[in-house]
């Protein structure tokens, strides 16, 4: 075992305890009531959801294990030369709370590289597909195509003990992370770069494997470990991480789970909204034949796509109420690596106009960027200009948050979930009697 999987042990049997005291002792504690317009509104804020993996404060924004995204960035071990950490060592923190060492990082790096390879049939699956499939449909399905690996649906069917659903929900959830990489980079160069794929690098680690497989050169190793990280996970009720959680506890298999939660972040008002952004964005330029817009120009703009009945990709947000951090975190990068890029300057002035536009719109409630207003930029810039793939880089940072948090629900034994539905009648009935 690794010291990974050794810490994850220590840390879920040691947790255990309180679950079981909770539900046990206090499981008649009322946290929170709902109301009409939140059983028709999607349950929105309802509290009846778990997790300790990271917590999302409507002002302050996410935090991982309890740091801001500014802490993880400066507690993680950092890959040598470069300014942003090893993913590894934040899977490591995502699933034990605590920051490795080095060593205990380069462990990882270690075994996801043990892990990484695709097996052929998932490739040959793909490759079957039309080339015009939407590559979040074939992300789905390559992860959906590999559940035949599951250690966990082995052992399950092997008959195993709830307290060893864990393990074997870890090591795939392992194996996917470490693949996800190779077939992201896959998907990648088939459709868009003529069909001629880059062999991975095994010196390297999974942000910097992943510039060398997509053939984009530094700082996109840094781009790729920030935004595999800053993607991963915001809590638990979004749609992807609670899909992933939803289907997870039937015991589906982290595969079919994990292929679940991408169909989710695939729509329009989750993750694909940085593909509609960027697609906003040219639209815009496109319109201007190139030059940027004045501020007055760029309210006219949102206004006709507010007043067409559309959204404004980028933001609003369900939980939120202020800037996403992880915004503000892109935000930095480009002010660093990128300040004079007239795309970068034209999001600065969305920034600038778009709360006071859907403010006077007066309908969301959250007049704020979200994460996916920024990001789409950056990939521009570096090359990465198809952005019908953005959603894809979404999911495979999606996939730390999320399988981390199917491998603890294992580990504390959460039950199927199964919430209650009512008719409208009732609802009637009951705002009838007020
Ligand atoms: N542009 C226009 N209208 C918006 C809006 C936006 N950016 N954000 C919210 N609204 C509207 C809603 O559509 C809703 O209208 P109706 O009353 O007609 O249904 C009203 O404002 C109230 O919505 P809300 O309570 O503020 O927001 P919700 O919790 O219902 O929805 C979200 C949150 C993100 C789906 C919504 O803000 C949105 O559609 N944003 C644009 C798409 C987007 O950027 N999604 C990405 C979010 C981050 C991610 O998951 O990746």
Redo the contacts with the bound molecule.
């Keep these: 075992k690794t010291s990974l999987k050794l810490k994850l042990q220590e840390k879920i049997e040691a947790f255990r305890p309180r679950i079981t005291k909770l539900n046990k002792e206090f499981g008649n504690v009322q946290i929170d009531t709902v109301n009409i317009g939140q059983a028709i509104?999607?349950a929105?804020d309802v509290r009846c959801l778990v997790t300790d993996i990271s917590y999302l404060d409507p002002q302050e924004g996410i935090r991982f294990r309890g740091k801001t995204i500014p802490e993880t960035f400066a507690a993680l071990p950092k890959v040598p030369g470069s300014d942003y950490p090893f993913v590894e060592g934040f899977w490591y923190f995502l699933l034990t709370g605590e920051v490795p060492t080095l060593a205990q990082t380069l462990e990882v790096v270690q075994d996801f590289r043990a892990r990484s390879q695709v097996p052929q049939y998932v490739f040959d699956v793909l490759r079957a597909m039309p080339r015009d499939t939407h590559p979040m449909t074939m992300l789905s399905t390559a992860v959906l195509a590999m559940q035949r690996e599951s250690k966990f649906a082995h052992r399950y069917a092997e008959g195993m003990k709830k307290n060893d659903y864990w393990d074997p929900m870890y090591e795939d959830s392992t194996d996917l992370v470490a693949r996800l990489p190779v077939i992201a980079a896959y998907i990648y160069r088939m459709k868009y770069k003529g069909d001629i794929q880059i062999a991975p690098n095994p010196e390297l680690d999974m942000g910097g494997n992943f510039a060398h497989m997509m053939g984009i050169a530094r700082p996109y190793d840094d781009v790729a470990r920030m935004y595999f990280i800053l993607h991963s996970d915001?809590e638990s009720g979004?749609?992807?991480a609670h899909t992933t959680h939803l289907v997870a506890s039937a015991l589906s298999d982290a595969y079919y789970s994990f292929s679940a939660g991408l169909n989710g972040?695939a729509g329009?008002?989750?993750?694909?909204?940085?593909q509609?952004?960027l697609s906003w964005v040219q639209g815009v330029m496109k319109k201007m034949g190139g030059k940027l817009p004045s501020d007055e120009e760029l309210e006219k703009f949102l206004w006709d796509?507010?007043n067409s009945g559309?959204?404004?990709?980028?933001?609003?947000?369900?939980?939120l109420r202020k800037t996403?951090p992880r915004y503000t975190s892109q935000m930095e990068f480009c002010q660093k690596y990128l300040p004079d890029y007239p795309m970068f300057k034209l999001v600065n002035a969305i920034y600038r106009v778009?709360p006071k536009v859907?403010t006077a719109?007066g309908?969301?409630?959250?007049?704020w960027?979200?994460?996916?207003?920024q990001s789409g930029v950056i990939q521009y810039y570096y090359g990465l200009t198809e952005y019908d793939f953005y959603t894809v880089l979404?999911g495979v940072g999606r996939a730390l948050g999320v399988l981390a948090n199917i491998t603890w629900d294992r580990g504390l034994g959460y039950a199927i979930e199964r919430p209650k539905s009512v008719t409208t009648e009732m609802l009637e009935k009951w705002a009838l009697e007020g």
């Design positions: 509104g999607g929105r915001h979004n749609v992807s972040l329009p008002l989750h993750g694909l909204a940085n509609e952004v796509t507010l559309q959204v404004v990709p980028g933001y609003g947000h369900a939980v996403d778009a859907l719109h309908k969301t409630k959250n007049p960027p979200n994460v996916d207003a979404f």
